[in-house]
């Protein structure tokens, strides 16, 4: 009945019985497949292309002078939390005998010509990390890791719902995602942000950036 | 370390807990200590590693089970019983209007779903779901707008952090992602409640967490019997 983390690590999802019913409560669970992630280094470096794109996203769109006041004050508490996360990612992979992924090559192309750009922008960043660290939660191992990764879902969740009301939009759909958060899969986050990485070379051979 | 917060939550005065941003920071690093100190010693921002799981399965802290998951089921749907009760009450008492409306309808909603979301996955895993206690809430909680949200702000953060005491302790990875889930839309209440009175929504950059035994402390003062 119990599906055990170790279990999924080694690639077993097929056997998560359908008997394992979690109703209402978690409808929407994607696994991400058992190939993506091979360890915790992985996961991490996964987490940690996000990361950086979003603390450059943020540390470019602050610089622009686009936000002012509450707004800016704000949006400064979410870059430093970003370059916190970085520190913390990179920190970790090195811990673990990894070797932390190169920043990637980006363009934001036009996501800092106006303040609603911007924040529309940062709301689909936000909400989208909310959904990879969910989507890999489970294919972490050690337990320490999984706690600050989830640490830090936590609060890409709450970027995600100040930045949905710092544009005003619907309670529900916009600030809120619905009762339960949704996991996305690698494959769909890396579709999200592959527009924002620069050129062909950041995905190719010798890039930085190993997805 | 006892925050002028914790001190009222226990007294049963949870409301206008915090005064000003210096209390507000202050109650925020003592519970985050708090956390730590129970559940991974010696962790560090900027080094998840430094907690290690040997020093996470320390004390009195069980290793994860499939019992032990039913057990934290029902400490969730405790918490959740009390946020939905919460807020339907709060929200009949029509102390808010325009867009905070707009914003805290959905909260009661969820947290109403959640309730019954944990009771069916309970069920599912062949547990018994607790019954719902009877809450008391002082009579000021619900006599103004200030009084509303301020302790709305209390249950949410508190709520952030019991979720986040009990992941290293989920035995099911389902379950994990399950109440994961979950968690992360109590960090989206948190952030627009601080929001809203003027605190931080954004207090660390990782969720703080707390151990079972000092959520259910400070939840004591509302819970009847």
Same mark, same amino acid.
Request: charge should be negative; glycine fraction near 10%.
């Given at each position: 009945?119990?599906?055990?983390?170790?279990?999924?690590?080694?690639? %077993?999802?097929?056997?998560?019985?359908?008997?394992?019913?979690?109703?209402?409560?978690?409808?929407?669970?994607?696994?991400?497949?058992?190939? %993506?992630?091979?360890?915790?280094?992985?996961?991490?470096?996964?987490?940690?292309?996000?990361?950086?794109?979003?603390?450059?996203?943020?540390?470019?769109?602050?610089?622009?002078?686009?936000?002012?006041?509450?707004?800016?004050?704000?949006?400064?508490?979410?870059? =430093?939390?970003?370059?916190?996360?970085?520190?913390?990612?990179?920190?970790?992979?090195?811990?673990?005998?990894?070797?932390?992924?190169?920043?990637?090559?980006?363009?934001?192309?036009?996501?800092?010509?106006?303040?609603?750009?911007?924040?529309?922008?940062? !709301?689909?960043?936000?909400?989208?990390?909310?959904?990879?660290?969910?989507?890999?939660?489970?294919?972490?191992?050690?337990?320490?890791?999984?706690?600050?990764?989830?640490?830090?879902?936590?609060?890409?969740?709450? !970027?995600?719902?100040?930045?949905?009301? *710092?544009?005003?939009?619907?309670?529900?759909?916009?600030?809120?995602?619905?009762?339960?958060?949704?996991?996305?899969?690698?494959?769909?986050?890396?579709?999200?942000?592959?527009?924002?990485?620069?050129?062909?070379?950041?995905?190719?051979?010798?890039?930085?950036?190993?997805? | 370390?006892?925050?002028?917060?914790?001190?009222?939550?226990?007294?049963?005065?949870?409301?206008?807990?915090?005064?000003?941003?210096?209390?507000?920071?202050?109650?925020?690093?003592?519970?985050?200590?708090?956390?730590?100190?129970?559940?991974?010693?010696?962790?560090?921002?900027?080094?998840?590693?430094?907690?290690?799981?040997?020093?996470?399965?320390?004390?009195?802290?069980?290793?994860? =089970?499939?019992?032990? %998951?039913?057990?934290?089921?029902?400490?969730?749907?405790?918490?959740?019983?009390?946020?939905?009760?919460?807020?339907?009450?709060?929200?009949?008492?029509? *102390?808010?209007?325009?867009?905070?409306?707009?914003?805290?309808?959905?909260?009661?909603?969820?947290?109403?779903?959640?309730?019954?979301?944990?009771?069916?996955?309970?069920?599912?895993?062949?547990?018994?779901?607790?019954?719902?206690?009877?809450?008391?809430?002082?009579? =000021?909680?619900?006599?103004?707008?200030?009084?509303?949200?301020?302790?709305?702000?209390?249950?949410?953060?508190?709520?952030?952090?019991?979720? !986040?005491?009990?992941?290293?302790?989920?035995?099911?990875?389902?379950?994990?992602?399950?109440?994961?889930?979950?968690?992360?839309?109590? =960090?989206? !209440?948190?952030?627009? *409640?601080?929001?809203?009175?003027?605190?931080?929504?954004?207090?660390?950059?990782?969720?703080?967490?707390?151990?079972?035994?000092?959520? *259910?402390?400070?939840?004591?003062?509302?819970?009847?019997?």
């Amino acid at each position: 009945m119990q599906i055990k983390r170790k279990n999924l690590i080694r690639g %077993d999802v097929a056997a998560v019985p359908a008997g394992v019913s979690l109703g209402a409560l978690n409808n929407g669970f994607l696994w991400a497949k058992a190939a %993506d992630f091979n360890s915790d280094v992985d996961v991490l470096n996964y987490a940690l292309t996000l990361e950086y794109l979003e603390a450059e996203f943020y540390r470019q769109g602050n610089s622009a002078g686009l936000v002012s006041g509450k707004e800016a004050d704000y949006l400064d508490a979410v870059q =430093s939390d970003e370059e916190s996360h970085v520190a913390t990612i990179m920190a970790t992979v090195k811990k673990l005998g990894g070797e932390p992924v190169a920043a990637p090559a980006v363009d934001f192309g036009d996501a800092f010509d106006s303040r609603e750009k911007y924040l529309t922008t940062a !709301h689909v960043f936000e909400n989208k990390g909310v959904g990879a660290y969910l989507g890999a939660a489970g294919f972490i191992q050690d337990k320490a890791i999984l706690q600050a990764a989830a640490g830090i879902f936590g609060v890409e969740a709450r !970027h995600a719902a100040v930045v949905g009301n *710092l544009l005003g939009l619907e309670a529900e759909g916009g600030v809120y995602m619905g009762v339960t958060e949704t996991p996305l899969t690698k494959d769909a986050v890396l579709k999200a942000i592959a527009p924002f990485l620069a050129g062909a070379g950041a995905m190719g051979d010798g890039a930085a950036v190993t997805l | 370390m006892t925050s002028n917060m914790e001190k009222q939550i226990f007294d049963g005065q949870p409301v206008v807990a915090i005064s000003n941003e210096h209390d507000r920071r202050t109650f925020l690093r003592s519970a985050l200590i708090v956390g730590v100190g129970a559940g991974f010693v010696g962790y560090k921002v900027g080094d998840p590693t430094s907690g290690s799981r040997a020093s996470a399965w320390a004390g009195n802290l069980a290793a994860p =089970s499939a019992k032990g %998951d039913l057990e934290i089921l029902n400490y969730a749907l405790t918490l959740e019983y009390l946020e939905a009760e919460f807020y339907v009450k709060g929200l009949e008492a029509g *102390l808010l209007k325009g867009r905070e409306l707009d914003l805290v309808t959905p909260i009661r909603d969820h947290e109403t779903a959640h309730v019954e979301a944990v009771t069916a996955t309970i069920n599912d895993l062949g547990g018994k779901p607790v019954a719902k206690p009877k809450f008391t809430f002082p009579a =000021s909680t619900f006599k103004s707008r200030e009084n509303f949200l301020a302790t709305a702000s209390t249950f949410e953060e508190l709520g952030v952090k019991a979720y !986040h005491g009990q992941v290293t302790l989920i035995d099911s990875v389902e379950i994990l992602g399950a109440a994961a889930s979950i968690a992360g839309v109590e =960090s989206r !209440h948190a952030a627009i *409640l601080a929001d809203l009175t003027g605190g931080e929504p954004f207090p660390q950059p990782i969720e703080a967490s707390l151990p079972m035994s000092a959520v *259910l402390k400070a939840a004591t003062p509302f819970i009847a019997g």
